[in-house]
């Protein structure tokens, strides 16, 4: 099972979304563990190298698991609820990251587990309209 860790970072009704170079997808900013670190490590270091902004509160949130892109070998996606210091801009190997309500994203530019799993659940627990 591959281990990862991902930021769900909110501003009222509104959720950021990253494109990673080279891809046509969203997700929301996230990366592999590397070794001894921490979800919150993970967290930090991604967040820091890929969008330039330190985090201050974090809310474990769930860990969503799916074989949707590689059958053989699941992905489990660690996920908290982060509150960010300032307003992120791509760096690293992220080409975009926006602000978006889910009714203006199309369902099509969402990755596999953002699509199937995240957005619906987040949605049905109020926290995104």
């Known amino acids: 099972m591959i281990n990862k860790c991902a930021g769900i970072i909110l501003d009222g009704n509104k959720i950021l979304l990253i494109r990673r170079k080279g891809?046509?997808?969203y997700t929301s900013p996230s990366g592999q563990f590397e070794m001894g670190e921490t979800d919150i490590d993970c967290i930090e270091r991604e967040l820091y190298i890929g969008l330039g902004v330190n985090t201050n509160k974090f809310e474990f949130f769930k860990t969503f698991t799916t074989d949707l892109s590689t059958p053989n070998n699941p992905i489990a996606i660690h996920s908290w609820?982060?509150?960010?210091?300032r307003e992120p801009f791509p760096l690293s190997d992220i080409d975009e990251c926006l602000w978006v309500r889910l009714s203006d994203l199309p369902y099509a530019k969402l990755t596999k587990i953002f699509q199937k799993d995240v957005i619906p659940y987040l949605s049905s627990i109020g926290i995104i309209k």
């Open 23 to 25: 891809t046509s997808e």
């Open 81 to 85: 609820l982060v509150h960010i210091s």
